[in-house]
């Protein structure tokens, strides 16, 4: 899940619809309360899965073990609804670029995670999990940038010698 532009969410709103998820998804919302061997489906169908979002009810029903499993295989589980979407018009619920840019920013400021979800959340109705996550992988992304440059100072330093 790149955190340049917009991010989608994919709404599965009854287990049906598992099957014929495209195996690209990384982002999932699961709009009813699913059952072990339901996730065990998403996960074989969706291999590169990274976010699964939850109604509060369903996220709450999770067994220990399923969130271990999902913990384990590196899936982020996250509380919260997709507000405002219409699942008939469209398939994704869609967090804009600039709730992304605005994430950016803020965390660029090295201002607070809690205030960061506070000023997101008045942009726009997203669940404080998401936008924690959101942040985590900002800090990751950047991390990740950071290292790679170093990577490439060094190699072009030995290159030098």
Request: aromatic residues 6%.
């Amino acid at each position: 899940m790149s955190l340049q532009g917009s991010i989608r969410i994919r709404v599965v709103t009854g287990r049906d619809e598992i099957s014929k998820l495209n195996a690209e998804e990384k982002a999932v919302h699961l709009a009813f309360r699913p059952a072990d061997r339901d996730l065990f489906n998403l996960i074989k169908v969706c291999p590169m899965i990274e976010l699964l979002q939850f109604p509060a009810s369903a996220y709450e029903a999770l067994s220990k073990f399923m969130r271990m499993y999902l913990d384990s295989a590196g899936i982020q589980l996250v509380k919260g609804d997709v507000s405002g979407h219409w699942h008939d018009l469209e398939n994704y619920f869609v967090v804009p670029a600039y709730v992304i840019e605005k994430i950016n920013e803020l965390k660029a400021q090295g201002i607070s995670e809690e205030e960061i979800i506070s000023e997101v959340t008045g942009l726009r109705r997203i669940s404080p999990d998401l936008i924690r996550h959101l942040i985590y992988k900002v800090s990751s992304e950047t991390e990740k940038r950071s290292r790679e440059r170093k990577i490439k100072t060094l190699s072009r330093q030995e290159k030098l010698r």
